[in-house]
């Protein structure tokens, strides 16, 4: 177990995998996607610039393993100062805010790709949960907060198995599941299965309800 600011984290996987061949894992799929996604990263970035002249990446704090924060990376999609205008860091459905190149992106996922620069310097892995917001993990309860029992990852179980059309309570049952059963077949078999999941593409938005009725039920029992 554990102690972080957001309390005890338990369940840390064992086994040779989890101790050093996730990591030895993720430097070689992370420097193959570098080497193969290279050029048209580039030309994300080109394209970002050319639209609106505003920086290419957009960088925002998150909680990764054990609870720590790191600055998540992604190629911006939504228009320069987005989060003080509209809803803030929640994005909506048809959200203006979404520039004509960031929905290309949000539509196919390219803006995750700039991910792998945190998979890289170790703040992230490939495959793992999703990383939340600071707002989040502070909700978390001591089951939902062993998803911070591994680094967070780029794509995961549960994005290859609904994505954001599942609800906030399934998508963390598959992330714990995931950490239960943590392997490099596990992890191979979420590879495989990304690529097609990010084909169809997608457009939905993920449920912020689940945090705001999660935050609403913690005041209720604090006031009894």
Known sequence: ?????FGPVRGHPRGWYARWGKRAFDLLVGTAVLLVA?????????????????????????????????????????????????????VERNDSRITRVGRFLRKFSLDELAQIFDVLRGDMSIVGPRPGLRYQAELYDDEQRRRLAVRPGVTGWAQVNGRNAIPWPERIRLDLEYIDNLSLWTDLKVLARTIPAVLRGSDLIADADYWKNRRAELEREKRR
Request: hydrophobic share 45%; charged share 25%.
């Open 1 to 5: 177990m554990v102690d972080t600011p």
């Open 38 to 90: 290279g050029v048209p990263m580039l030309l994300i970035a080109l394209a970002i610039r050319l639209e609106d002249g505003g920086p290419v990446f957009y960088r925002q704090e998150r909680i990764g393993r054990d609870g720590r924060p790191f600055l998540l990376t992604k190629f911006r999609s939504m228009c320069v100062g987005a989060e003080t205008r509209g809803a803030g860091i929640l």
